[in-house]
């Protein structure tokens, strides 16, 4: 059985090796002439926790949260994406999050007991 390397074959954006969102923050932070990171959270209306999580690379940079900087900074998306490293073509989501859920089986009714007093 061969072993493929994980950081050349990986599509996750976290296991990518140039991926470094402290990039994308202190870019950020420079650009909004903000002193800390505390600030950016302000700036971006998110907690603070939010921007310590993403430093920690215990959360990734959700699309959300990337519309929020463009807006904020009015960089591009795709400038946003290089700052941080994500030098993917396409970001491709998978066909499984558009795929309707099962219905689930109705159960049939059991009719109510009768009082025959």
Do not use: C, W
């Not at 650009?31 to 215990?58: M, Q, T």
């Amino acid at each position: 059985m061969t072993t493929m390397d994980t950081q050349t074959t990986s599509n996750r954006l976290a296991d990518q090796v140039n991926y470094d969102p402290n990039h994308l923050l202190d870019s950020l932070i420079e650009k909004l002439h903000l002193k800390n990171d505390a600030a950016l959270s302000r700036a971006l209306e998110v907690a603070p926790p939010v921007i310590s999580k993403i430093r920690h690379r215990r959360l990734p940079v959700g699309a959300s949260l990337l519309i929020r900087m463009h807006e904020v900074s009015d960089l591009s998306i795709r400038d946003l994406r290089i700052l941080m490293g994500d030098r993917r073509d396409k970001f491709r989501i998978s066909d499984k999050q558009f795929k309707p859920k099962d219905p689930v089986e109705s159960k049939p009714e059991i009719p109510a007991p009768q009082n025959n007093s």
